[in-house]
T-cell receptor
Framework: GQQVMQIPQYQHVQEGEDFTTYCNSSTTLSNIQWYKQRPGGHPVFLIQLVKSGEVKKQKRLTFQFGEAKKNSSLHITATQTTDVGTYFCAGPIYNFNKFYFGSGTKLNVKP | DTGVSQDPRHKITKRGQNVTFRCDPISEHNRLYWYRQTLGQGPEFLTYFQNEAQLEKSRLLSDRFSAERPKGSFSTLEIQRTEQGDSAMYLC???????????????FGQGTRLTVV
C-alpha cells in the first residue's frame, strides 16, 4: 500500500487564491522530492528537501520539510492557470534507492 | 533532444500477447527506473538499475515482467502474456547516483501507454 500519503486529492481554486498540498509518511524520510505532472504529461522534478525543518522557495512556490522529517508541504501563492496539474511528493522508503510517490494532489485553477 | 526517451508512446495489444518497451536514459545517468502509473495514482515503483545491474524489483513485478539494461545504457521492459490489468502508463526515469544518501532528481520520459484489449 501507499507509504506516502497526500492530501487533498483534488483542489479547485480561483486564479489568485493560494493552494497547499500536504504529504505525510509513516516513516522518517532521509529526503523528500516534489514533482509536477501536467495533464497528459510526465512528472517533472521541482525540488528536493533534505534537512529537518528545511524551507525552500521557488518564486511563488514554498516547500517545507517537517522537523521530524515525516511530513512536507507545498504552498503556492496567488495561483495562476499555468499551475494546473498534479503535484506529487516522493520519498525513499526502506532504502535510499527507490522513491515511493504519493497519490498526488490534482490542482485545477479557474481563470 | 537529450532527455529520457521512451518507445513506443502508445501500444494497444490483445490479451495474451507479449509487449516490449524501450527506454533511452540521459546518457551520463547511471540509474534507471521503471514505474507504472494508472489514472489518478502516483507512479508505482517497479524496478531500478544501477548501470547494468538490476538491483531491486518490486513485488508488483510478477514473473510475466522482465527488465534488462544490457550495457548500462538503454533498457527494455517486457510483459509476457499481457492481461487487462496491465493497462497503464509505463514510465522510465533516470538519475545520477547522488554523492550523499539518496538519488538526485529523476528525469522522466514521456511514458508508454499500454492498453490491453
Amino acid at each position: 500500500g501507499q507509504q506516502v500519503m497526500q492530501i487533498p486529492q483534488y483542489q479547485h481554486v480561483q486564479e489568485g487564491e493560494d493552494f497547499t498540498t500536504y504529504c505525510n509518511s509513516s516513516t522518517t524520510l532521509s529526503n523528500i522530492q516534489w514533482y509536477k505532472q501536467r495533464p497528459g504529461g510526465h512528472p517533472v522534478f521541482l525540488i528536493q528537501l533534505v534537512k529537518s525543518g528545511e524551507v525552500k522557495k521557488q518564486k511563488r512556490l514554498t516547500f517545507q520539510f517537517g522537523e521530524a522529517k515525516k511530513n512536507s508541504s507545498l504552498h503556492i501563492t496567488a495561483t495562476q492557470t499555468t499551475d494546473v496539474g498534479t503535484y506529487f511528493c516522493a520519498g525513499p522508503i526502506y532504502n535510499f534507492n527507490k522513491f515511493y510517490f504519493g497519490s498526488g494532489t490534482k490542482l485545477n485553477v479557474k481563470p | 533532444d537529450t532527455g529520457v526517451s521512451q518507445d513506443p508512446r502508445h501500444k494497444i495489444t490483445k490479451r495474451g500477447q507479449n509487449v516490449t518497451f524501450r527506454c533511452d536514459p540521459i546518457s551520463e545517468h547511471n540509474r534507471l527506473y521503471w514505474y507504472r502509473q494508472t489514472l489518478g495514482q502516483g507512479p508505482e515503483f517497479l524496478t531500478y538499475f544501477q548501470n547494468e545491474a538490476q538491483l531491486e524489483k518490486s513485488r508488483l513485478l510478477s514473473d510475466r515482467f522482465s527488465a534488462e539494461r544490457p550495457k548500462g545504457s538503454f533498457s527494455t521492459l517486457e510483459i509476457q502474456r499481457t492481461e487487462q490489468g496491465d493497462s497503464a502508463m509505463y514510465l522510465c526515469a533516470s538519475s545520477l547516483l547522488g554523492t550523499g544518501r539518496g538519488s538526485t532528481e529523476a528525469f522522466f520520459g514521456q511514458g508508454t501507454r499500454l492498453t490491453v484489449v
